[in-house]
C-alpha cells in the first residue's frame, strides 16, 4: 500500500500580499542557512542564504531571517506571485569534522499563491 | 555556464537490479554530494564527496555507494533494489564543499523500483 508522506505544512496568500514562511533548525553549531524553492519536477532552487554572524540578509523581494537564540529562520516573501508558488525547504549546513559539510534540510512549506 | 547535469532524468528498474545514476558539477566545482528526496522522509543527505574522496556519509545501508572521478563527475550507485529506494535522487555541486560557499542542485533522477 502507500506510505504515509510528510504532511507538508501549506500557507496559502493572496497574490500581491507578504508571505513568510518559517522554519526551525537543530544544530547550535550551525554556521550557515540556505533557503531553497523547488517546484514540481525540479531540483532545489536557490533563493537566498544567510551566516550564522548575521541575523538578518535581503535580497531581490526576499528577506531572510535567523535567530539563534531560538533556532529559528524565516523567509519572507514581498509582494507574492503566482510563480512563487512552490515548496519552500530552508537547510542548515551542519560541520562534520573538519571542512566536510552536509545539509540537514527541514520538512519543507507548500506555499500556494492565489490569484 | 552549464548548470548541474544528472543523468538520466528516470528509471524504472525491478527489485533485486542494481543502478548507477550519474552527476556533472559545475565546472571548476570539486564538491559533489547527493540526496535521496521522498514524499515520507524528506531530503536525506548520502554522502559527499571532493577531490575523489568520500569526505561524508549519511545513514544508509551499504548498498549505497558512490565516486567521483578525477573531473569531478560524481556516480551513485544503489545495489540489490529494493521497493523502498524509490525516490528522486539530487546531486548538488559547489566550489568547495557547501559551508560558505553555497550549493547547485540538479533537476534529479527519478527512480522508479517495482
Known amino acids: 500500500g502507500e506510505s504515509v508522506g510528510l504532511h507538508l505544512p501549506t500557507l496559502s496568500v493572496q497574490e500581491g500580499d507578504n508571505s513568510i514562511i518559517n522554519c526551525a533548525y537543530s544544530?547550535?553549531?550551525?554556521?550557515?542557512f540556505i533557503w531553497y524553492k523547488q517546484e514540481s519536477g525540479k531540483g532545489p532552487q536557490f533563493i537566498i542564504d544567510?551566516?550564522?554572524?548575521?541575523d538578518k540578509r535581503q535580497g531581490q523581494r526576499v528577506t531572510v531571517l535567523l535567530n539563534k537564540t531560538v533556532k529559528h529562520l524565516s523567509l519572507q516573501i514581498a509582494a507574492t506571485q503566482p510563480g512563487d508558488s512552490a515548496v519552500y525547504f530552508c537547510?542548515?549546513?551542519?560541520?562534520?569534522?573538519?571542512?566536510?559539510?552536509?545539509?540537514?534540510f527541514g520538512t519543507g512549506t507548500l506555499l500556494a499563491v492565489q490569484p | 555556464k552549464a548548470g548541474v547535469t544528472q543523468t538520466p532524468r528516470y528509471l524504472i528498474k525491478t527489485r533485486g537490479q542494481q543502478v548507477t545514476l550519474s552527476c556533472s558539477p559545475i565546472?571548476?566545482?570539486?564538491?559533489v554530494s547527493w540526496y535521496q528526496q521522498t514524499p515520507g522522509q524528506g531530503l536525506q543527505f548520502l554522502f559527499e564527496?571532493?577531490?575523489?574522496?568520500?569526505?561524508n556519509k549519511g545513514n544508509f545501508p551499504g548498498r549505497f555507494s558512490g565516486r567521483q572521478f578525477s573531473n569531478s563527475r560524481s556516480e551513485m550507485n544503489v545495489s540489490t533494489l529494493e521497493l523502498g529506494d524509490s525516490a528522486l535522487y539530487l546531486c548538488?555541486?559547489?566550489?568547495?564543499?557547501?559551508?560558505?560557499?553555497?550549493?547547485?542542485f540538479g533537476s534529479g533522477t527519478r527512480l522508479t523500483v517495482v
Open positions: 548538488a555541486s559547489s566550489s568547495y564543499g557547501g559551508g560558505n560557499y553555497g550549493y547547485t
Open positions: 544544530n547550535s553549531a550551525s554556521d550557515y
Open positions: 544567510i551566516r550564522s554572524n548575521m
Open positions: 537547510a542548515e549546513n551542519m560541520k562534520s569534522g573538519g571542512a566536510t559539510n552536509k545539509l540537514i
Open positions: 565546472s571548476g566545482h570539486r564538491s
Open positions: 564527496y571532493f577531490s575523489e574522496t568520500q569526505r
